[in-house]
């Protein structure tokens, strides 16, 4: 039941492996504040999350207010269905489409 947050091999995304839940998204926010300081573009790569809930969409909104603040661009790829779920049934899709 843990968080794992780092790059890629390729090192252009930022992975996110393991479980997304209120128990552990405060370590990830603190992975991800330690891993995209340099970044000019943040890409996340949900490809290995095995479990989500409503705090992963919390974690989301929060890294999308970070990156607005530090004027960086961000996107998310291979989201969770069930993440894609919340956010519809939280009006907040939008968050998880690239403009």
Same mark, same amino acid.
Request: charged share 25%; proline share 2%; with cysteine.
């Given at each position: ?5 780092s !790059?890629?091999? %390729?090192?252009?995304? =930022?992975?996110?492996?393991?479980? &997304? *839940? #209120? /128990?552990?998204?405060? @370590?990830? &926010?603190?992975? !991800? %504040? ?9 890409? =996340?790569?949900? *490809?290995?999350? *095995? #479990?989500? @809930? ?9 890294? #999308? ?9 961000? %996107? ?9 779920? =919340?956010?519809?049934? %939280?009006q907040?899709? @939008?968050?998880?489409?690239e /403009?």
């Amino acid at each position: 039941m843990a968080v794992e947050v780092s !790059f890629d091999n %390729s090192n252009q995304y =930022i992975q996110v492996k393991g479980e &997304l *839940t #209120k /128990k552990t998204v405060m @370590d990830a &926010l603190k992975q !991800f %504040s330690r891993e995209c300081k340099s970044l000019p573009k943040w890409v =996340i790569d949900f *490809t290995q999350v *095995t #479990k989500v @809930d409503s705090s992963a969409l919390a974690m989301l909104i929060e890294l #999308k207010r970070n990156a607005l603040k530090n004027k960086k661009t961000i %996107s998310f790829i291979y989201v969770p269905t069930t993440l894609l779920k =919340i956010a519809s049934l %939280s009006q907040l899709e @939008d968050l998880l489409i690239e /403009k």
